[in-house]
């Protein structure tokens, strides 16, 4: 589904890839990230203003492609590439193909002996399989481009979209035609968003011997986001014997696919940082109300569970941006004093509180991780602090940079 807002407004990262395809250097172009935030959309709207041909496929059948379909694809875009002008192209759904990158090195170190012009762009919806063919095979072949879930300001910008509507729909551009019936909304996030990420983004492509473990973690992820829970307890939730080992995977795979993450403490050692209780978040607030099965007006009248809608936004936006490289997000608690967020850009560390409603000046959580910790900056974000509405207008680096 593809409403014309979605078709006309295009995302920063378009213009990136759009020098890049001009440009006389070759590199495969990766577009990755989750379902639904337009990367089809995106390279569509690029190729269409392009003066070579342009020729687009999927891998996203039901029967998994193979290896010599690429070379199929490759070789009849190779036929369409007239003289010296070259051709694009564009395969999407990437991941779906077992052994894709093997095959994609292959054919484009052919063409790079023999100076043929075509330019290739592959698309994927799990992020984290794709990083592991682009390390495997195309080691200095490639350049990414990260697409995270839509942003606060760009449902805003191209949907006309207020906070209390991001905060309860969240940021899925091909659902924001169906947000005047929230029923319809919330059917077609659980079946063409949740339940097609987990089934042919994890469950398919993965080794999982606990789908329904693993469908049940989501949930509890959804439930429990912006709490802390250790792997023993969320086993002790779910119900199950497994190990605690299988439960981190788990919950690896569902970051790998752009859904839910656990966030971990912020100790100043990787190593003590990964052997902690992960804190889960959400990546979208829509995974969250959907699950929870709460309405729009309900959102804006449950304090409980507004505030955890908006903490967890808070959270989604600078997860968002570490998904893209630009940070790295943490929380910290010690000794009953706890940070919501802790951000890491560039060495420097900000201190990130979230309150949904009026709150003193003086927190003890931040002033104690301001004595610990070398920190640059501590923001409040809601209550009297930064209103949540300005922190979600603007790209994270904004914040951090300053």
Request: with cysteine; aromatic share 8%; glycine share 8%.
């Amino acid at each position: 589904m593809m409403s014309k807002a979605e078709n006309d407004y295009q995302r920063p990262q378009g213009v990136v890839l759009a020098g890049r395809l001009a440009e006389s250097r070759r590199f495969v172009q990766v577009v990755a990230g989750p379902r639904q935030v337009g990367k089809s959309t995106l390279v569509q709207q690029v190729t269409s203003e392009l003066s070579v041909p342009v020729r687009y496929v999927s891998a996203d059948e039901p029967s998994l492609r193979g290896a010599d379909w690429i070379a199929q694809q490759w070789e009849a875009a190779r036929l369409e590439a007239p003289g010296k002008t070259g051709a694009v192209l564009v395969i999407d759904e990437i991941q779906k193909i077992p052994a894709w990158s093997e095959t994609v090195k292959r054919l484009w170190d052919e063409d790079t002996r023999k100076k043929l012009p075509l330019k290739v762009v592959l698309l994927g919806s799990a992020p984290l399989l794709i990083a592991q063919g682009l390390t495997e095979s195309l080691a200095g072949r490639f350049e990414t481009l990260r697409l995270p879930h839509w942003s606060y300001a760009e449902m805003r910008d191209a949907f006309g979209w207020n906070i209390d509507q991001y905060l309860s729909f969240g940021g899925y551009p091909g659902a924001a035609s169906l947000i005047n019936d929230p029923v319809r909304w919330a059917r077609y996030i659980a079946d063409s968003l949740i339940e097609t990420s987990i089934s042919r983004d994890v469950l398919l492509l993965n080794r999982v011997d606990k789908p329904a473990l693993l469908r049940r973690l989501f949930e509890l992820a959804c439930r429990y986001s912006g709490q802390i829970l250790s792997y023993t307890k969320m086993l002790g939730q779910l119900q199950d014997a497994g190990n605690t080992t299988t439960l981190a995977h788990y919950l690896d795979l569902l970051a790998g696919a752009g859904m839910v993450c656990g966030l971990q403490k912020y100790a100043g050692d990787a190593a003590r940082s990964r052997g902690s209780s992960p804190k889960l978040q959400v990546l979208n607030t829509a995974l969250m109300t959907v699950t929870a099965g709460v309405s729009p007006q309900e959102t804006q009248t449950d304090r409980e569970f507004r505030g955890r809608l908006i903490e967890s936004a808070v959270g989604a936006h600078l997860v968002n941006a570490a998904a893209a490289g630009e940070c790295e997000v943490f929380y910290w608690r010690e000794r009953g004093e706890e940070v919501d967020f802790i951000v890491k850009f560039r060495a420097q560390l900000t201190a990130i509180e979230v309150k949904s409603g009026r709150v003193p000046q003086a927190h003890s959580g931040t002033t104690s991780f301001a004595a610990a910790f070398k920190v640059r900056r501590t923001l409040l974000v809601g209550g009297d602090g930064i209103s949540v509405e300005s922190f979600l207008a603007r790209p994270v680096r904004e914040w951090l940079a300053q």
